[in-house]
């Protein structure tokens, strides 16, 4: 019988296999951030191991990272110990680095992709559940705790138990205002944050092959969302095209060589899924949250659901206690929801073409009055090159705020945060209780979304600036 | 990991149940980024109090805990068997371990000891009468001995044969060093590495 992607991707880093016991799964790029690798880097130096393989080994700076001021000293002692004790752990044991301020720096599912360091038939962990954004590139990538971060700097291994597959088929034409995140969104509310749990998933069909190498990231990256252990793409022409000529990208006889791997890394016809799940692309439209988890979300044409519609009692329970946690009524249209904030950024949609179709949806426009429009770069890089298009001053002369790159108001471990009782449409991956801050509440939404809402204060897609353009075009009394 | 065949010391007797992880190590030393330095917050909160019995002069340097049933409650943070072996305890004795603290201690070399609550009632009786009492727990014979008492207790195979080698699950990987390296050879020139080495 034919193998799934995921098992080729699989089988082919089995370093041991025994009876009894979990596979012994080689690392193909450990990438490392500064809070969850300090207690790993203590367990090495209390065993007095080395880092195995420095060569297959890379950190950066993201969670903690301020986005205004980085030349000064950072300010809550914290955050500021936590990103010392990375440098100084770095240095120690030799680890690339990327350090506030480097060029490379940035959130950490950013930067490997962007290094060309993400490369398909790869295994890719990271101390950070996002790390499934990787599998955009056919890479088996996946989020793992300390004491694993420790046993990967020092063996360049993980024993693992096999997970299961689950396709995630996208058949059909998205319509045009439908991004990436739209989709991913749709798929988490049809399956349930707990629909992939088990399972790593792989996202095919002709929707799919469609979409760009960025917004396959953002799918990718929000399995974790639906309780995946893993989201997968087949790597194809679109794949190889952006990896080629990037800083790490294989060269020469290394590049034939690789591609023609790649290219053997797509589910056989005959092989098959544990479980299926199909999607009619064509059907969609514009997606946003309402509730406190990732699974709590509607078309934005829609209302707000009542909690009595729910026949599970369980999830019932959820949607009153999200409403009350949201301050929203049943029945509300999501189109009326008012926000204070509106965050650009994140390991979901942080990367360039992200950048560009929001400030295609500012530009000429202003940002709503007692709206706070936050857009967060990425990477450094993703900055850099927006800088060079312009787009910081299209951001800028909207009324926004250009920010340096980090994980900023995502999970608000750096100052960027919302207050008590704040709303925002945010595009990045979770809107839990406190997530954002204490007491704010998250809608999540794409940056298309998260554009056109702050120019009109609430939820709203493109297509609404539309007909508000028009209307303010009709003169008065006609 | 170091490994744990015999041990022999003085004992601290603490008779409390359901001691959770929170009491053993509180929320806010979870800030630290590293492993070791959390013997001051063990027990933090009860150790204000100067008649806590860790606090009493005479158990300075006991290395055995014989706690009461339910030890080891709530969080799974892994900084409660930090905690405890920072301060020096190689074991902890009690009638019932909260499953995943077991794990914990367990995969730390710090051994937790099950026996029946009337020999942890005696153990405890027995150390407090006599804080310099000797407690052996012997591994290798699975037995735990004091003045007038021998007890066996259970420990399951491969948790015992990691303990008494010093294996941590990454020194198991590390015995299949030569797959390991094997694989490493094989590995085609195309495959990314982040510096030149
Ligand atoms: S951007 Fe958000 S989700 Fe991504 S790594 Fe940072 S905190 Fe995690």
Request: hydrophobic share 40%.
């Amino acid at each position: 019988m034919g193998r799934t992607l995921a098992e080729k991707v699989w089988d082919d880093h089995v370093v041991r296999r025994a009876e009894g016991e979990p596979d012994l799964l080689f690392i193909d790029l450990h990438l490392l951030h500064e809070v969850t690798s300090p207690q790993a880097f203590d367990g090495l130096r209390q065993a007095g191991r080395p880092v195995r393989r420095l060569d297959l080994t890379i950190a950066t700076e993201d969670h903690n990272t301020p986005t205004l001021d980085i030349d000064k000293p950072i300010a809550d002692p914290v955050s500021r110990v936590q990103l010392e004790t990375l440098r100084k752990n770095a240095a120690e044991f030799g680890v690339r680095l990327h350090s506030l301020g480097d060029v490379e720096q940035g959130v950490v599912h950013v930067v490997g992709p962007q290094l060309g360091l993400t490369q398909p038939g790869t295994t890719v962990v990271c101390g950070d559940s996002h790390t499934s954004t990787h599998g955009a590139f056919g890479a088996l990538a996946f989020g793992i705790g300390t004491s694993q971060v420790e046993h990967v700097l020092a063996t360049q291994t993980l024993p693992l138990a096999r997970p299961k597959t689950m396709a995630i088929t996208v058949d059909g034409e998205l319509p045009e205002d439908v991004t990436a995140k739209d989709l991913i969104l749709a798929i988490i509310t049809k399956i349930g944050t707990g629909g992939g749990q088990g399972y790593i998933l792989e996202y095919r069909g002709s929707a799919i092959e469609k979409l760009s190498m960025e917004a396959r990231m953002t799918i990718c990256n929000m399995s974790i969302e639906a309780g995946a252990r893993a989201g997968m793409i087949a790597p194809d022409e679109t794949t190889f095209a952006y990896i080629k000529g990037r800083a790490h990208a294989p060269e020469g006889e290394d590049w034939d060589a690789a591609v023609a791997y790649w290219k053997t890394l797509k589910t056989d016809e005959d092989a098959e899924f544990d479980a299926e799940v199909v999607i009619d692309g064509a059907s969609l439209a514009p997606f946003v949250t309402w509730g406190t988890n990732p699974g709590q979300g509607a078309p934005l044409s829609a209302s707000v659901p009542d909690p009595a519609s729910y026949e599970d009692a369980s999830e019932r329970f959820a949607a009153e206690k999200a409403l009350e946690y949201m301050g929203l009524e049943a029945g509300q249209a999501l189109r009326d929801i008012k926000v204070d904030t509106v965050f650009v950024g994140s390991c979901t949609n942080g990367r360039i073409e992200d950048l560009r179709a929001a400030a295609s949806i500012v530009e000429g426009r202003k940002v709503a009055d007692g709206v706070r429009m936050l857009v967060v770069p990425g990477s450094a890089r993703v900055g850099l090159q927006a800088v060079s298009e312009g787009l910081d001053l299209v951001f800028k002369e909207a009324g926004a705020e250009w920010r340096h790159a980090g994980c900023s108001m995502c999970l608000g471990m750096n100052p960027d945060q919302l207050a008590p009782g704040e709303r925002s449409a945010s595009t990045s991956n979770r809107n839990f209780e406190g997530r954002q801050g204490k007491g704010g509440r998250t809608h999540l939404v794409s940056p298309q979304v998260a554009a056109a809402t702050a120019v009109l204060g609430h939820l709203a897609s493109p297509a609404d600036l539309n007909d508000q353009s028009s209307a303010a075009r009709t003169p008065a009394g006609v | 990991m170091e490994a744990f065949t015999t041990h022999t010391g003085r004992a601290v007797p603490l008779r409390r149940s359901n001691v959770d992880t929170d009491q053993i190590i509180p929320a806010h030393w979870l800030k630290k980024v590293t492993r070791d330095g959390f013997e001051d917050g063990l027990f933090e909160a009860w150790r204000k109090d100067s008649s806590f019995v860790l606090n009493q002069p005479e158990r300075t340097g006991a290395t055995v805990l014989i706690a009461g049933p339910d030890f080891g409650t709530g969080s799974s943070r892994e900084h409660a068997v930090w905690a405890l072996q920072n301060y020096g305890f190689k074991a902890v004795i009690s009638s019932r371990f909260a499953d995943i603290f077991r794990g914990n201690s367990l995969k730390n070399g710090l051994l937790t000891v099950v026996l029946e609550q009337k020999i942890v009632d005696a153990l405890q009786e027995l150390t407090e009468k006599d804080p310099k009492a000797p407690v052996t727990v012997d591994l290798e014979a699975r037995e735990v001995r004091a003045e007038g008492i021998t007890a066996a207790f259970e420990l399951d195979e491969n948790a015992r044969w990691r303990l008494l080698n010093g294996l941590d699950d990454i020194s198991i990987t590390l015995q299949n060093e030569a797959d390991i390296s094997a694989y490493e050879s094989k590995r085609p020139s195309h495959k990314p590495r982040t510096v030149q080495v």
